[in-house]
């Protein structure tokens, strides 16, 4: 065998591998090709936390009209909220007459009845009992706020969209948690929280968000807590909202 035909083999050879190892190095590097509802999930889910809701002290007050099967109540609220660790109600009925305080930590909800003078102390399982739905202060201070709970993740959610909404739709058992997102603000429209067994839901829908500092905060929320035995309504209005740098929480437990 001649020289030129060994140097051929060998060229012919070392190409063969080198065509081997690039076919590699592509395979290894090419990225999957996207789906056109996997693009759209994906740009969503990276321009969700920018418009995401923030602060560090919030105060609010707020017209509240409160309906069940059997009575229904108009009210006032001052609300104080610091961002991840309290949130601060004061509920007054004929203007300024002061009916019950509540204050909800990471761990505690208490609640003062002002008529009554009755003192309730406890951790998040009552109100997670009410809907048999897992709540925590998280989740209150989300929803309370317009902005995407801890408990859904969009990414293993399933999703739809359509020219004006996002759509979520997460379940674990008998639970289902729902949001709908407008589009052309990224901000929540609707959270529903239900639970196929035991009928219950809660439906929050919000509007009308107003500009608070370089954020939206939703200005009318309404909320209804169904049950087989029960439709409670709550309608809240707020007037005013304003980001400060100092809050006092007073909240005194009677003895």
């Not at 060994?6 to 070392?14: A, P």
């Not at 007050?61 to 001052?78: E, F, Y």
């Not at 009755?118 to 709540?135: A, R, T, V």
């Not at 020219?163 to 379940?171: G, I, P, S």
């Amino acid at each position: 065998m001649n020289k030129r035909i060994v140097t051929l083999l060998l060229l012919s050879v070392f190409l063969l591998n080198a065509c081997r190892v690039a076919k590699t190095i592509t395979a290894k590097n090419s990225k999957p090709v996207l789906t056109a509802e996997a693009k759209e999930r994906l740009d969503f889910i990276k321009a969700l936390p920018a418009h995401q809701f923030q602060f560090d002290l919030l105060t609010a007050k707020a017209k509240v009209s409160l309906k069940t099967k059997n009575q229904s109540q108009n009210l006032t609220i001052s609300l104080r909220m610091q961002s991840a660790q309290k949130i601060w109600i004061s509920l007054n009925a004929l203007g300024s007459l002061e009916v019950a305080r509540v204050l909800l930590t990471t761990d505690s909800v208490k609640i003062l009845n002002r008529l009554t003078n009755e003192y309730n102390e406890g951790d998040y399982n009552y109100l997670s009992n009410m809907i048999n739905y897992p709540i925590n202060y998280a989740l209150i201070e989300a929803l309370l706020i317009g902005n995407i709970p801890p408990q859904i993740d969009p990414s293993k959610s399933n999703f739809e969209s359509n020219a004006e909404q996002f759509q979520f739709t997460q379940t674990e058992g008998s639970k289902i948690l729902n949001a709908i997102f407008q589009k052309s603000i990224y901000k929540s429209s609707e959270w529903k929280l239900a639970d196929t067994l035991t009928k219950n839901s809660l439906v929050i829908n919000y509007a009308d968000y107003k500009n608070v500092g370089e954020y939206l905060f939703p200005s009318l929320i309404n909320v209804q807590a169904i049950s087989p035995k029960d439709i409670v309504k709550l309608n809240i209005q707020f007037v005013k909202i304003e980001k400060v740098n100092s809050l006092v929480f007073p909240f005194n437990a009677p003895k």
